[in-house]
């Protein structure tokens, strides 16, 4: 086979996943994943945060996951470590159950912005700590810069964010050379048109800046991520972001896109230390240990 054509099989594939549209989902049910999520602690709405931890914990999932799957090793270390946590649905697709984050990400940032009122109504906080993964990342800096969130939130921790979008190893660069395709994204998944560098809403998302005062950042990322390419774009510039590579924190980890966000305890310690930054501790090859 051509060099050629073997490049286009996964930019066919990034088309292909508009399709989703019509896969029903084979797994557990939506009451069952929000059941998963109380039987483990999260998403408990009797949850009052302790003066160690004064705020509670959103947790945001990325394109094609949903409140419970991405969150599933996150969301019980933080739990065990006496945080307030939940975790929301946005992006939904009508007659797609479960793979969520595809939907126009600025109406998900609407999504958010109803759903971090309702948490803090429920413990009583005036802010929030966002964590998100991959989109969810990305997806809550349009919150805090363009509906009112930077009064509501104190830090935003975005693991494996595609803050300026991704290239796929420059696979998107060709999609202008296959007609309809970039259509069908937008129509048939818009979550992924939007997430292309250089897209309408990443202009307008990073335009001025990529932060606004009063938050503070934190982006972790891995040099293994094949999603979100080139790696080094998913960092911020701001007087308040601290930008953390997992492998200057430990060489021989490994991690990808899903994998830091889904089970690295390197990059689960590197969150904690986010979200409390006064007594943040080394974060090192040996932290899986803790």
């Known amino acids: 086979m051509l060099p050629w054509k073997r490049m286009l099989r996964p930019l066919a594939a990034l088309v292909l996943t508009a399709t989703v549209v019509i896969v029903p989902a084979t797994t557990a049910t939506a009451a069952e994943v929000e059941a998963a999520a109380s039987s483990s602690g999260w998403n408990?709405?009797?949850?009052?945060?302790?003066?160690a931890h004064p705020r509670p914990v959103v947790l945001v999932h990325g394109t094609f996951a949903n409140s419970v799957d991405n969150w599933l090793g996150l969301a019980p270390y933080l739990v065990n470590?006496?945080?307030?946590?939940?975790?929301?649905?946005?992006?939904?697709?009508?007659?797609?159950?479960?793979?969520?984050?595809?939907?126009?990400?600025?109406?998900s940032a609407e999504q958010l912005q109803v759903f971090v009122d309702k948490v803090l109504a429920a413990t009583g906080s005036t802010k929030a700590d966002l964590v998100g993964h991959s989109q969810g990342g990305m997806m809550p800096r349009y919150y805090l810069k363009f509906l009112g969130g930077a009064a509501k939130v104190n830090a935003l921790v975005g693991v494996a964010p595609d803050n300026h979008g991704t290239t796929l190893n420059g696979l998107t660069n060709l999609l202008p050379y296959f007609p309809g395709a970039e259509g069908l994204l937008s129509t048939a998944t818009p979550a992924l048109a939007d997430q292309i560098a250089g897209s309408?809403?990443?202009?307008?998302?990073?335009?001025?800046?990529?932060?606004v005062a009063g938050v503070h950042y934190t982006v972790i990322?891995?040099?293994?991520?094949?999603?979100?390419?080139?790696?080094?774009?998913?960092?911020?510039?701001?007087?308040?972001?601290?930008?953390v590579l997992l492998q200057d924190?430990?060489?021989?980890?490994?991690?990808?896109?899903?994998?830091?966000?889904?089970?690295?305890?390197?990059?689960?310690?590197?969150?904690?230390?986010?979200?409390?930054?006064?007594?943040?501790?080394?974060?090192?090859?040996?932290?899986?240990?803790?």
């Open 81 to 107: 470590r006496g945080y307030c946590v939940y975790s929301l649905d946005y992006g939904q697709l009508p007659g797609v159950p479960l793979f969520n984050g595809l939907g126009p990400i600025d109406k």
């Open 200 to 211: 309408a809403f990443l202009t307008k998302l990073n335009a001025g800046g990529d932060t």
């Open 221 to 243: 990322a891995t040099k293994y991520d094949e999603v979100v390419t080139p790696y080094r774009s998913q960092f911020l510039t701001g007087s308040d972001v601290h930008n």
């Open 44 to 51: 408990n709405y009797s949850c009052k945060p302790s003066t």
């Open 249 to 290: 924190l430990c060489a021989v980890d490994l991690s990808e896109h899903a994998a830091i966000g889904l089970l690295d305890r390197i990059a689960f310690h590197e969150v904690a230390n986010a979200l409390d930054p006064a007594h943040a501790t080394a974060t090192t090859c040996l932290s899986v240990l803790g």
